[in-house]
């Protein structure tokens, strides 16, 4: 499975990006992995942000406490999709952002380890 994100760009505090994540090469696979956001603020370690459950899970979420409220992650199996709603954006929020699909145990979808395919990252930065 190969990964492509974007929709990244510069916005105002307040403000509100949404970003896409394609998969390609992954035929009818796509929807059996659980996709990921992580992001990584300069002079930081890369973070948990969201995910969302492969088919057969009831389309489970999950998401880091910092963005819970304000992010959403939804995913579109037969466009081979998994998108971030990013709204009340903050300056905090500003980092790289990565996609990811895994097919760890559910348990285990905050932990970047577990991921085996990831996109090149695509730029977020929020002004104050």
């Known amino acids: 499975v190969q990964l492509q994100a974007s929709g990244g760009g510069l916005v105002q505090a307040g403000g509100s990006l949404r970003l896409s994540c394609a998969a390609s090469?992954?035929?009818?696979?796509?929807?059996?992995?659980?996709g990921g956001w992580f992001r990584q603020a300069p002079g930081k370690e890369r973070e948990f942000v969201a995910a969302?459950?492969?088919?057969?899970?009831?389309?489970?979420?999950r998401y880091a406490d910092s963005v819970k409220g304000r992010f959403t992650i939804s995913r579109d199996n037969p466009l081979n999709t998994v998108t971030l709603q990013m709204d009340s954006l903050k300056p905090e929020d500003t980092a790289v952002y990565y996609c990811?699909?895994?097919?760890?145990?559910?348990?285990?979808?905050?932990?970047?380890?577990?991921?085996?395919?990831w996109g090149q990252g695509t730029q977020v930065t929020v002004s104050s």
């Open positions: 969302i459950s492969r088919s057969g899970y009831g389309s489970s979420t």
């Open positions: 990811a699909v895994t097919q760890v145990l559910w348990s285990y979808v905050d932990s970047e380890q577990y991921y085996t395919n």
């Open positions: 090469g992954s035929g009818r696979t796509f929807m059996n992995f659980h």
